[in-house]
């Protein structure tokens, strides 16, 4: 629902001082054990406390010319000035029922140089039905569209997700010529409907000093046996070359629980840097570092993942099910996605020759 006016706020006043006492709300599911993030929208106790007595007085109305107008950006996102508004090229029926495999649509940029993108947001069309969307940077000269690319994203969509906004000096590169493929996994909810997902485009306003990577790390396998509520999966790996590691995004299905990113110090310690205790399938966030951490050529690098494939999990599709690794919702994926930034002439491909 809405809540960008006292008239729309109102009859939540009772809700929202629930939430806000209960601190599921705003979500944020980073333990505060480890790490600390730039992004991390926890409600002191006195921001708390004055919406719990705004409710408790009967949520009476401010003053009219004190309050600020919803903001309503000409992108209808929260981006307010986006250079370029992109949109796959047709609008696709989404069936009311059934499963839906992964869409993947080839959207021209026209750029006719290289541009240097500071922020990205992606506008579902139709967002009760959108589960994510991947865009994909296809540079000059590939044909690609579906299967497995080694290329880099722009951005990942997923429920909850606000826009993705590199800092000052920071930005992912579209070199000139390139496409984008979007990757869209609609998820049918009772009703047949229209979707034609956009994304809005910040460029940034000089080159930067260093150039953004989403890199991301999976097992290759992923087996959950029925009925276990604590089921584990992790991946190793190390850093090809140096890098300035920006932050995190985990992403798991409907049984998953628990995601954890660790380091190992050059004396062999252990270093969680991020560790997300309930894992919510529904607000799928992204953690950025408040003080980005610099990482060697050879760092060791750790994921964890837990999983409730119990009937004690609500939104267990089926507890009774050894669960495997697949795209749709009743399948379950394990992927650490992380950001990091390099020299600006170190593209993805490059970033990965181990010398």
């Known amino acids: 629902m809405p809540l960008e006016t006292y008239r729309e706020a109102r009859p939540w006043a009772k809700a929202i001082r629930e939430a806000v006492r209960n601190r599921s709300m705003p979500p944020w599911f980073a333990d505060p054990c480890c790490g600390h993030f730039a992004n991390d929208p926890t409600l002191s106790r006195d921001e708390i406390e004055t919406l719990a007595g705004w409710a408790d007085s009967g949520a009476a109305e401010g003053v009219a010319s004190e309050g600020l107008p919803p ?3 000409p992108s209808g996102g929260n ?34 140089g290289d541009r240097w993108v500071q922020a990205v947001e992606v506008l579902p069309g139709a967002r009760a039905v959108v589960h994510h969307v991947v865009v994909y940077i296809r540079e000059p000269g590939e044909t690609w569209v579906e299967g497995a690319t080694k ?17 000052d000096g920071m930005a992912k590169l579209i070199p000139k010529g ?20 956009k994304f809005a485009i910040a460029f940034a306003k000089k080159p930067p000093s260093r150039r953004v990577l989403t890199l991301q790390m999976q097992p290759e396998h992923l087996v959950i046996p029925p009925g276990d509520p604590n089921a ?8 090809p070359n140096d890098a300035l590691l920006l932050g995190f995004f985990p992403h798991m299905h409907l049984r998953g629980k628990a995601f ?25 966030l992204s953690y950025r570092l408040a003080e980005p951490i610099p990482l060697e050529k050879g760092t060791r690098l750790a994921w964890t993942a837990w999983y ?10 089926d507890p009774r099910a050894e669960v495997h690794w697949g795209e749709q919702s009743w399948q379950e994926m394990m992927v650490g996605f992380f950001y990091v930034a390099v020299d600006p002439a170190v593209d993805k491909r490059s970033f990965f020759v181990r010398e």
């Open 71 to 73: 903001v309503r950006w």
């Open 79 to 112: 981006l307010a000035s986006p250079d370029v508004i992109l949109a796959i090229p047709r609008a696709f029926d989404v069936p009311a029922k059934g499963s839906v495999e992964y869409q993947r649509f080839l959207v021209p940029t026209g750029f006719d």
């Open 151 to 167: 290329s880099d994203l722009l951005t990942v969509f997923a429920p909850g997700g606000p826009p993705e906004v590199w800092p």
């Open 178 to 197: 390139s496409d984008l493929v979007v990757e869209i996994h609609y998820t049918p909810n009772g009703r047949a409907v229209k979707d034609q997902t």
């Open 232 to 239: 584990r999966a992790s991946v190793t790996g190390t850093l």
């Open 260 to 284: 954890e990113f660790m380091r190992i110090r050059k004396d062999g310690r252990p270093d969680i840097m991020l560790r997300v205790s309930n894992y919510n399938f529904h607000w799928q």
């Open 308 to 317: 409730d494939n119990s009937a004690n999990n609500p939104q267990n599709p």
